[in-house]
Each structure stands twice: as C-alpha cells, then as structure tokens.
C-alpha cells in the first residue's frame, strides 16, 4: 500500500515537471536520513560511544579502496534506479498507458535475480519462475500492442477526456523502460547481498541512508539553482517530500530484506505494490481498462502471484483442483448409486 502510494506521488509528479521529479524527491529522502542518523548517534552516545558513525570505509585511519568502490557504486546504482523510475512514468504519461500496468513488469525482476543466482551460484530455476516469466512475458505484449488495437474508455461513456499532453510516444517505450528498471533493481540487490556480506561487511542500514543523504545532497543543490532561475511548485514540493519519506523508509527496509534473506521473494513482495497502481490511475483518469490491459492486468497479476507466494497459490489451486475432484468423484458415485437404484427398480417391476 505505501509504496503504491508513493508511485502515486511519482506519477503525479512526473506528468506535470517530468525526469525533474528527482528535484522534488530530494528534500524528502535528505530528512529522513538526516533523522536515522540523529537517532543513530544519539544511541551511540548514550551506549558511550561518539556520535559519528562508522560507514566501514575507513579502517586504522586509512580509506579502504574496495569499501570505498563499493559504497561509491551503491550510489550510483541508486541514483539510475531513481532516474528509471522517474523516466518509466514520465514516458508512460506521453504514451498514454496506464503506469500501473507498466510498473507491473517490474514484476519479473525476481526471475532476473534468479538467473543471477543460477549463473554466479548455479541455483535451479523452477517451475514457478517459468510459469511467472511467460506470465509476465504476455502481460508486455498484450500492454504493447493495447494502445494501438484498442482505444480508451471514459468511465462516463461519454466522449474522451482531453488530457494536457498528447500522445507523442509509442506504446513500446515505456514498455523497454519497464523491462530495462528490474535489470537495474537486480544490480542493485547482487550488490546488496555483496557489499553486507561477511567478506564487505557493510551495515544494510548506514549503507543505504548514508548513499542517499549523499546523492540527494548533491540533486538539491543543482534543484536549488532550478527553482530560484526557473520554477518552483509548492504543490508538487509537498507531494514529493510525502512520497520521498515513504519511498526511503520502504527501499532501506528492502535492502535490509535482501541482506539477510533471498533476493527474489522480496524484490517480488514490493513488485506487487505495482497492481494496485493500475487500478489507482484508472480511476484518477476516468477511464476504462481497455480488454487488452485488462487481460494483461490478470497476466501480471497472476505472474506475480506465482513469483512472490508460490506455495501458498499451489495450495489454493491444489485446493480447488481437490474440491473440483471431489466434487466429480461424488457426483460419479451418486450417479452409480442412482443407476443401480433404476436397475433394482426394474428388476423389481419385472
């Protein structure tokens, strides 16, 4: 619920500034670091320790070219997942498609964490990540070609909406950003698992706020410039520190999961947050899923479910399958029991 919220804000955002939604993110994610590292430092003092806090880079007084290398790719990792994002809405604003079912594919990136771990670690792929893959393979197809076979519908019957940008961009774009993102979330969580191992020795915590604090420092000084020169919207501000504190909790929350846990269940759990933002934007533009984004929306819907929870959606369909059977074989034997009734009735009779 909270990160559809927050690719709520960003949707929002970016229909209206674009890729500068990254401006209007910043200010958000500096709060909420600068408050975990208040927080962290008061307990470090109070346990009798100094304030600052140690990063595990610099070790007896010298700076650690690897942790350094690690910590500074972290970074730059991150500032190109935000810049995929913002860009994958952004893009899907001007193709008029739904950024719902767009981010959607962002699903498959626990399919690509798992191919990683069968070619670095030689983990089995299984089934379920096969039936989940071709799930989400034909929610992008049916989502590529829905612009172009099927038109919208308002909510209203009435005629279209006019909307303030035009469709000036095919379908297909957005659609390879929303491929291209979960390549960069898959880096992203190899490295986490990397950089917190015992080898690294990272903290998932300090890594991840102290990474932000220093990106975003370095966006707002750049978005100060724009917004004393250029433009600045209050409106979008507030909606964008909201969405940022949201976003920040929930991404360090993540690689905290990745650190100590397997990297596709919860990069899956955060992918299905996605779903609920088609429904969100359909709502918000007053229109109408098309038959083919609907189809798609059940196709990803489903390639979710098989990628995030697939023993428990086994057990459901082993479930129904069961009660299925049951249901025939007594049906079957009621039937049995019927005939051999008529029969002892006709014997009877005669």
Known sequence: MFFTLCNESISEITAKVGPLCIFYFAPGCIITSAVYFLIKGAVNVKNGNGFWIDH???????????????????????????????????FSALAKVNVGLITTIWSVNPLFIAIMDFIIFKQQLRYFHL????????????LSI?????????????????????KVMPTWVPVIFGVVTPMCFTANGMLVKHLTGPKMGFDASILSFSSYLVVNLIIVIVAIVYWVKVEFDTYLFIVGMIGSIINTLGITSIQNALSCGPAGPVSALAACSNLLLVVIEAVKNKEMLSPLEVVAFIFGTFGSLELVIPDVFEKLCGCLCCKGICCCVRYSKKQEVDSDGEQMNLLTKK
């Open 146 to 166: 829905s612009g172009v076979i099927m038109p919208k519908t308002p909510i209203n019957g009435g005629d279209a909406i006019e909307e303030p940008i035009e």
């Open 56 to 90: 595990n880079i610099k070790f007896n007084g010298k700076v650690s070219r690897q942790h350094a290398w690690g910590y500074f790719l972290y970074s730059l990792i991150y500032f190109l997942i935000q810049n995929m994002a913002f860009l994958t809405m952004y």
């Open 131 to 142: 039936l989940g893959m071709v799930a989400i393979v034909v929610c992008t197809v049916l």
